[in-house]
């Protein structure tokens, strides 16, 4: 289906290896540009395809999906990665990404309506250059169920310590927070995304960014573990706990 021309949000129409287009995830908004935390479940479906065609005799298939999910890993390994964390590549000023989909969307409004701010001249709800929680998600999945890399094992251990780094903050009192609160003044917790100092926030960003969700957490702790990082998945765990 990512490959689909039925499919109107154009994921990977030309059978680059990555995700692109009109992305719906669970922040229940979209993501428009490529990005390592759903680029990385279609890698994981690309190499379980392998492995399971090569099973099932089909050599055609398996030498396809296998081609596929090459030409994605090395640019997702060349075009996603800052030197720290995976990140979401987009021009936030570029309204034009928008137009090449229907005008409407899940909350029933244009697309522009929706996803273009018109005072700040800016995408909504996107990422961007943030460290996102999930952005090696789908590298825990294939770890517990034994697929192996898709990402490079270096760069995944770097993006959870940066996600160590950046979104986990032992207190929340100076945290500003517009949407629930699942954690405050003096707890601890690991955010949904991040923005270092030095790096650009859009002014609307994804939803639940400043959010803590217990899930997502006890996923980035279990993955720092599983990946070397013991103190700190075991500070992430224990916050959580808490």
Not at 44 to 67: F, I, T
Not at 83 to 98: C, M, T
Not at 215 to 222: D, L, R, S
Request: proline share 4%; aromatic share 14%.
């Amino acid at each position: 289906f990512a490959w689909s021309p039925e499919n109107r949000d154009r994921w990977d129409p030309e059978q680059k290896g990555y995700l692109d287009g009109r992305q719906h995830h669970t922040l229940d908004m979209e993501l428009f540009g490529p990005n390592s935390w759903l680029t990385g479940f279609y890698l994981a479906a690309l190499k379980a395809g392998c492995e399971l065609a090569d099973a099932a005799g089909d050599s055609a298939a398996a030498q396809l999906y296998c081609e596929i999910f090459e030409r994605g890993r090395q640019w997702v390994d060349e075009n996603l990665f800052n030197g720290e964390y995976f990140f979401q590549k987009i021009d936030l000023k570029d309204a034009s990404v928008l137009d090449q989909y229907e005008n409407s969307t899940l909350i029933g409004t244009g697309i522009r309506d929706t996803y273009w701010n018109e005072e700040a001249a800016e995408l909504k709800y996107q990422i961007g250059a943030g460290s996102a929680i999930d952005q090696v998600l789908a590298q825990w999945h294939c770890d517990l169920v034994g697929l192996g890399d898709i990402f490079d094992p270096d760069k995944v251990k770097s993006a959870l310590q940066s996600i160590y780094r950046y979104n986990y903050h032992d207190s929340f009192r100076s945290l500003f927070n517009p949407c629930r609160i699942y954690c405050l003044n003096d707890e601890a917790g690991t955010t949904i995304c991040a923005w270092p100092e030095d790096r650009y926030k859009p002014v609307v960003p994804a939803p639940y960014s400043e959010e803590t969700m217990h899930g997502f957490e006890y996923q980035a702790g279990i993955h720092m573990i599983l990946r070397g990082l013991e103190q700190e998945g075991l500070t992430v765990v224990k916050a959580v706990r808490d």
